[in-house]
């Protein structure tokens, strides 16, 4: 039930995830990308490593793969220094709740402004969502190999692979696919995160909804 409550706030954080990439409150392709690697530093999704890796690296980022396996906050801003990068290490870190997350979004906000800062914070639950998605899905694969997580749940792993694994495949054939892309313009990266939101937005509708309705009390998103 945690899960679906997860959803319903990712599901609201839609429209400005979708700002991230376009309006007054966008923020550059290149920092999106670094957030968005930011972010799988801390929880280590080889789907979301594939896609947002390669996305950085045609958005122009240096050294993708170094920010990629950053350990800290200051190992994270030595590759890209912007306050943005500081807020996206604590909210992975802490996968976006608690005083923490708060203060640092506090100075997030003193330092961009509060509608960019509203849209860096999106672009985290986005990517926190993706990546414990993606690892849950191999957690599940992991299971039929023999090798289940402790303290997971069976039922939870198969009904989560069966309605989130064929978006993963996509995600995984896509990242074959960008191996071989080139830089790409801004508006060209925009472009893809846009296509981006409204696809995972549209798996997202249901266990959103589901969330709304049922209201269940809010857990680490996606509960895996």
């Not at 937005?201 to 857990?219: D, E, N, T």
């Amino acid at each position: 039930m945690g899960c679906l409550a997860d959803h319903a706030v990712v599901l609201a954080s839609l429209p400005r995830i979708a700002g991230a990439y376009a309006g007054p409150h966008a923020v550059d392709p290149r920092l999106n990308e670094s957030v968005m690697v930011t972010v799988n530093s801390v929880n280590q999704c080889p789907y979301c490593e594939g896609l947002h890796g390669q996305l950085a690296r045609m958005a122009g980022v240096e050294a993708p793969e170094q920010l990629m396996r950053a350990g800290s906050e200051v190992e994270c801003r030595a590759l890209v220094d912007d306050p943005a990068i500081s807020f996206a290490r604590v909210f992975a870190e802490r996968d976006g709740r608690g005083e923490a997350v708060e203060r640092a979004f506090g100075d997030l906000v003193a330092a961009v402004g509060e509608g960019r800062a509203a849209s860096v914070r999106a672009l985290c639950w986005f990517l926190l969502w993706g990546s414990l998605g993606g690892n849950t899905v191999n957690a599940f694969l992991a299971r039929l190999r023999g090798r289940a997580k402790p303290g997971s749940s069976a039922l939870f792993e198969l009904v989560f692979f069966l309605y989130y694994g064929p978006l993963f495949l996509v995600i995984a054939l896509m990242n074959a696919g960008l191996r071989a892309a080139p830089r790409v313009p801004g508006w060209v990266s925009a472009g893809i995160g846009l296509t981006l939101t409204v696809v995972a937005g549209l798996w997202m509708v249901l266990p959103g909804v589901l969330g709304l309705v049922l209201r269940p009390r809010p857990r680490v998103l996606p509960a895996c």
